[in-house]
């Protein structure tokens, strides 16, 4: 099984700083990667492949991640064995912050669907940055909202919504159209068994949701069926019709 590796000690970019953060410069937008880069000891990073576990639900929590570069996936298995996708993360997002609310164990697994550069920040130098960087802090409460009030729509679409609307939603979210930002029309492989997990309905229902997306003309497959997926922005018509 492949093994997370750090990435290089001697690097630039990754090595531990005893010097304080450098404050965000006037007029310019907060860089929050750079900043993490320099926070000092308490925080490592981490190169894991795809299909790699980042972390396993039950496995003790003590620490942050800070997705760098990549894709990640959070699941959650039930004690019957049924699984969900809760979420899939892109980079520049936090993830696995439960721990600092005295959560003990993780309640989900992150698995890295694309090869994935992490940065892992123990609880207690997370904690002392976000006190002493006011800059930070407002980040990552803006992040923490944004995290909370999507949690919010996932439930209302699963109580109000059909499925395929569900799905339709799903796939703008994941091609952020619709949201603020560059749209990303390409998104990377992914198989129709997780889209069900994400709507909360059965592969075959996903199966003809996405043949008459095809056929309509608002997705486009490059490579085949679960390849490359390219969605329109004329997919937001399914979410928005009543």
Known sequence: MAVPTPIGQNSRRTRNSRRPPPAPKAGREFETQ?????????????????????????????????????????????????????????????????????????????????????????????????????????LFVKHLLTRNIQYEEDLVDQLFNSSEKRLARVLLNLAHLGRAGVPETVIPKISQKTLAEMVGTTRSRVSFFMNRFRKSGFIHYSGGVEGELQIHSSLLSVFLHD
Do not use: W
């Not at 880069?37 to 942050?64: C, L, S, W």
């Open 34 to 138: 750079a900043f993490l880069d320099t926070i000092g000891d308490g925080r490592e990073a981490m190169h894991f492949p795809k299909n790699q576990n980042i972390y396993t639900q039950g496995d003790p929590a003590d620490e942050v991640f800070y997705l760098r570069t990549g894709k990640v996936r959070l699941t959650v298995v039930s004690k019957a064995g049924k699984q969900a996708t809760i979420g899939i993360l892109n980079d520049g997002r936090f993830f696995g912050e439960g721990s600092l609310a005295g959560r003990t164990l993780r309640l989900s697994t992150a698995t890295a669907m694309t090869d994935c550069t992490v940065l892992r920040i123990e609880n207690k130098t997370m904690v002392d940055t976000l006190h002493r960087e006011q800059a930070l802090s407002d």
